[in-house]
């Protein structure tokens, strides 16, 4: 006996129910600042290793001392391309190997990492992205 159509769309129901709250939950999740406590921010000041401006958001890899003669690598998170070009960042704002400071909301769960607020001069003025001579 054939099954007929409408019967087996009804049974299918619950398997796009749960796919759909799983795609949901999972983008939700990604757009979250939940990991960051944003009620103590601090300022890391160190070397760039990498500044990776990238959707969905700008990265920034430091080495940061660790008051012990060593360093510890910082895995920070910033906004989107487009809001920071909004703000005078682009692609080539930051270099490996250059000296900043950073204001950072940390991660809530003690790990090298944060969300940044804004850059710093190392110094702790304002950062000023530097004039570029566009071909």
Do not use: C
Not at 31 to 47: I, K
Not at 83 to 91: I, S, V, Y
Not at 102 to 117: F, L, S
């Amino acid at each position: 006996m054939q099954e007929r159509p409408h019967n087996a769309s009804r049974r299918r129901r619950p398997l796009w129910a749960a796919l759909a709250l799983l795609v949901a939950g999972a983008a939700g999740g990604h757009h979250s600042l939940a990991a960051y406590d944003r009620d103590h921010l601090r300022v890391l000041s160190g070397v760039v290793r990498q500044y990776r401006f990238m959707n969905p958001h700008v990265r920034i890899s430091m080495a940061v001392p660790d008051g012990t003669g060593g360093e510890r690598v910082w895995e920070l998170e910033g906004a989107t391309a487009s809001l920071a070009l909004k703000q005078g960042l682009d692609a080539h704002t930051l270099r490996a190997g250059q000296r900043v400071s950073v204001e950072i909301a940390p991660r809530k769960d003690g790990t090298d990492g944060g969300e940044w607020q804004r850059i710093l001069e190392i110094d702790g003025r304002p950062f000023r992205p530097r004039a570029r001579a566009w071909p």
